[in-house]
């Protein structure tokens, strides 16, 4: 008997280690420990007139903050923000697919239900490591791995802007994840141990590559596969769906191939984000045009110039065809069959 016993306790202890082993070098510890955060600093960002106004350019004309941060009419061409929602957040569900329940917070200076206790390197931890005020990992719809490229001076900029909103009472619910995604995403925020430079915008290409980087347009215009993760060799060509009030519509192919925007010269770009038409066609408000158009000249055709050196990718994308289902990013789409 105590043979057996001892025996059991064995097995038991093996398979134990060869979990802890398996645990260790798959998906880590993470998931069971909860993000890798630093320790919050006591760094503040001095308001200044250039930071205000450099501020207020990025959250409302280039991150795109107000298209998750605050409501808007979904169903209108230029889906207009919602009067006296700026910063409050949004119930990000209208979008369909999240795995569980997923609230864009209240980033007012509300001092109960938004960012007015938070100190500035909480706001910084945040935006571009993924840890929230209160130490969760970030469920990375929030664009910090984007955020993550974003200089110093610029974070300085859009923190201090974002304190100079209205305060606004408003609580939103806490995001809440299915299993397992909620434990897994503890592993994708990673502290900043470095400071961020400001961008070299030596010429238009370098220029709009940070641009392009701090706007996001990837995280809609690279498909995704079943765990989120953007499929390799396919970024900048479009597929992935955006399901909600808007409609169904899946991203374009912006890349400089024929079945991308090779067709396109730097003013019809920039006419394309000023006005949300393509020539007759209407472009979808899930494209963030309307927050884009207030973006300079100078940078509008930086991102273009940028957008002219990606790879081009062969994968048509036609909103105005019916879906059907496409063996290149394995979603359906108008005009996936001819894929
Ligand atoms: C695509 C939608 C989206 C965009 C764009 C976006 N956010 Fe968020 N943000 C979210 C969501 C959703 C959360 C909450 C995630 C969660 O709860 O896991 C969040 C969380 C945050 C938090 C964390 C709040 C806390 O509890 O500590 C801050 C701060 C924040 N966002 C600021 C910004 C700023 C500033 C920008 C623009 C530079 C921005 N966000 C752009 C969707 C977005
Ligand atoms: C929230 C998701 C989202 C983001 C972020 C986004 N786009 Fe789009 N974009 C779309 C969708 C969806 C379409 C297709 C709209 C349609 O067909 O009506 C589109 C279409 C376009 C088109 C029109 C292509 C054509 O069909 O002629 C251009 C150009 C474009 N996007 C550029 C950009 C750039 C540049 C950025 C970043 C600055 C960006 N987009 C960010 C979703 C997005």
Redesign the pocket.
């Known amino acids: 008997m105590y043979k057996l016993v001892k025996t059991v306790g064995v097995v038991f202890a093996v398979l134990v280690l060869v979990l802890a082993a398996g645990i260790t070098f798959t998906i880590g510890w993470r998931p069971f420990i909860g993000p890798k955060a630093r320790p919050l600093t006591a760094q503040k960002f001095q308001s200044t007139p250039e930071r205000l106004a450099r501020g207020e350019y ?2 409302q004309h280039v ?3 107000m ?3 605050a409501e808007h009419d979904w169903t209108a061409h230029g889906a207009p923000i919602l009067p006296n929602t700026l910063g409050v957040g949004q119930d ?1 569900n209208l979008l369909k697919g999240f795995p569980g329940k ?4 209240n ?1 007012t200076p509300d001092v109960e239900t938004g ?1 007015g206790n ?1 100190s500035d390197d ?2 910084a931890r ?2 571009r490591e993924g840890v ?3 130490g ?4 990375p ?3 910090y791995l984007d ?1 993550r490229h974003m200089s110093d001076e610029d974070l300085a900029s ?1 923190i201090v802007y ?1 304190r100079s909103l209205p305060a606004v009472h408003k609580q939103r619910p ?2 809440q994840l299915i299993f397992p995604v909620k434990y897994l995403i503890r592993t994708v925020p990673e502290p900043l141990d470095s400071t961020v430079p400001e961008p070299d915008v030596s010429t238009p290409e370098k220029r709009g590559k940070y641009l392009v980087t701090v706007a ?1 347009c990837t ?1 809609c215009h690279t498909p995704q596969d079943a765990h989120g993760h953007p499929v390799a060799g396919l970024d900048f060509a479009g597929g992935f769906i955006l399901d909600g009030p808007w409609g169904r519509v899946a991203s374009a192919n912006i890349t400089p191939d024929q079945s991308g925007i090779s067709y396109y010269d730097q003013a019809m770009f920039t006419e394309s984000i000023r006005t949300g038409f393509v020539g007759a066609r209407k472009l979808n408000q899930i494209m963030p045009w309307h927050t884009y158009r207030g973006m300079t000249d100078e940078d509008i055709g930086a991102m273009f110039a940028y957008l002219k050196t990606v790879k081009p990718v062969r994968h048509h994308v036609d909103n105005t065809e019916p879906p059907t289902f496409c063996k290149v990013c394995r979603q359906t789409h108008g005009g996936g069959n001819e894929n």
Request: hydrophobic content about 50%; some cysteine.
């Open positions: 990025l959250v991150c795109d903050c298209g998750c941060h990000m997923v609230y864009a917070p980033i960012a938070w909480q706001l945040a935006i929230s005020h209160d969760r990992a970030l469920f719809f929030m664009p955020f859009v974002l806490t995001t996001g995280d």
